[in-house]
């Protein structure tokens, strides 16, 4: 029964590349933000009587529909959002390749090909960020990274924290951020149970950046009062306005106080496969650990973080436990087990949906398609500007916040509404205004689209003000 015939099977696999190539081809023409009913979801599925089974065809019919009514598109190329990008088509076929095999990426006696390739590639992208050693490990994605870093961060500093805990330090464990970075790292430090106050957020500059005098203040208040600061994260490129910090000033500061330097790249990291923006990101080789995610710029499907380290042996510290249950095939080999490195134990084998397309594009591929946003981006923001929005974020990298006479908020409900483009909004600052918000991680958005995202946002600005007379 969970094994159809040869034929069915035939046709199924017919049947599931012409969805898939129905959707890639007609993505664009389809309103991109869906009917939000959860009721009509829920019917849907009640109708589903798991007693009385039907064809594989109709079943996967039934599903496909779905998705099509019930979900933002994200790879329509008016999808302006939190960079979930168009996947790459081989990495379409790699992660359906990877269902097939499945290949049980915990302990390297399992998958000697699978461990070996997210290795690779994990030097291969440690090398692009200018370490000349790295470890690591694939992710569900960056929070997964980021709690990694918070973990690595806290066995380095605390030798014994593995075994005892936080509770056996001398004194409160402390790490620094910006306002502006990733809220993850709250989650991180809540989990690691350091508890959400051990995470300053440190005050940022006009340019959104993070304040290296700032920090020094309260870094130095903090060891004043007896708490004990072990980590400070740099972000490259934050999540709202694409900010880089000032990642040499944070390297120094982080080497001058012992502290473990983060880099959270999850989006902005791709600069690095660029040589003209990967100046952007100077001083991201003196990070002792990146995040990074295949999947925002890298066109990856969802599930592919990665983290970076420069520290050799030290991701096993954090994470090895001892069984004996898990495979011993591979004893005596110079190989390792990645749920002894990892907080994943039974894993996927996420790297392949990087592993194959970077074969068939190739570094100049991705070089070429993110230089290609980036510049899509900048005209993103002329244009805009021409139509009379202000831009109030800074960043080399694709990413526009801006404002103008209308109501954010209202703009951005009639854009959505229209079906026409997914736009956000969002708050730069402590207190900032609402702003609007617009991304580019689309390999498939272009010029085109961008001016019809900024027609359309004059049509609802027009609208909102009562100045359209039905024209345009
Ligand atoms: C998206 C993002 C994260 C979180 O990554 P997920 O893959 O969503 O878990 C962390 N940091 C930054 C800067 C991000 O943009």
């Known amino acids: 029964m969970l094994m159809l015939d040869k034929r069915e099977r035939l046709e199924l696999w017919k049947r599931l590349g012409e969805k898939i190539e129905a959707y890639a081809e007609g993505v664009q023409a389809h309103r991109v933000a869906p009917e939000l009913d959860p009721a009509a979801v829920r019917a849907a599925l009640a109708g589903l009587d798991f007693d009385a089974p039907r064809g594989s065809g109709e079943a996967l019919d039934f599903v496909v529909e779905m ?57 291969a992208f440690g090398a692009k960020f200018g370490f000349d050693q790295t470890e690591g490990t694939f992710c569900s994605g960056g929070t997964e990274a980021n709690h990694t870093a918070v973990l690595a961060a806290l066995t380095r500093a605390f030798p014994d924290f593995g075994r005892r805990g936080v509770r056996a330090l001398a004194g409160q464990p402390v790490m620094y951020a910006s306002s502006e970075s990733h809220h993850s790292l709250l989650r991180a430090a809540r989990v690691c149970g350091l508890g959400t106050d051990a995470l300053r957020s440190v005050p940022v500059d006009g340019a959104m950046r993070i304040r290296l005098d700032a920090l020094k203040e309260i870094l130095h208040r903090d060891r004043k009062g007896g708490s004990v600061p072990f980590l400070v994260v740099g972000t490259a490129g934050s999540t709202n306005g ?3 910090d000032p990642l040499p000033g944070l390297a120094e500061l982080a080497g001058a106080e012992g502290l473990w330097f983060h880099v959270d790249a999850a989006w902005g990291g791709a600069a690095a496969l660029s040589p003209k923006l990967r100046p952007h990101l100077a001083g991201i080789e003196r990070a002792d650990s990146i995040t990074f995610d295949a999947h925002k710029w890298l066109s990856a499907p969802m599930g592919a973080g990665i983290f970076l380290t420069r520290h050799a042996g030290l991701l096993e510290r954090a994470f090895a436990i001892h069984t004996d249950y898990m495979p011993r095939d591979a004893r005596g080999l110079d190989v390792l087990d990645p749920y002894q490195q990892s907080l994943q134990w039974s894993r996927r084998f996420t790297g392949l949906k990087v592993l194959l397309p970077l074969m068939v594009a190739g570094w100049e591929g991705y070089r070429r398609e993110i230089e290609r946003m980036a510049a899509l981006g900048d005209l993103m923001k002329l244009e805009l500007e021409a139509a009379g929005w202000r831009i109030v974020n800074s960043t080399p990298l694709p990413v526009a916040c801006f404002s103008g006479d209308a109501d954010p908020m209202a703009v951005c409900a009639r854009v959505v509404a229209s079906g026409q483009a997914w736009i956000s909004t969002t708050r730069l600052g402590d207190g900032g205004a609402p702003v609007l918000r617009a991304c580019i991680t689309n390999y498939r958005t272009g010029p085109e689209d961008v001016r019809a995202l900024v027609s359309a946002l004059k049509q609802a600005r027009q609208t909102l003000a009562g100045t359209t007379n039905g024209a345009r």
Do not use: C, K
């Open 242 to 244: 694409g900010v880089i």
């Open 67 to 123: 998705l099509w009514r019930y979900q933002m598109h994200t790879p329509h190329p008016m999808y302006f959002g939190l960079f979930n990008p168009a996947p790459a088509t081989l990495a379409i076929a790699a992660d359906a390749l990877v269902a097939a095999f499945n290949p049980q990426a915990a302990a390297w006696s399992h998958s000697p090909f699978a461990v070996e390739a997210e290795q690779h590639l994990i030097r």
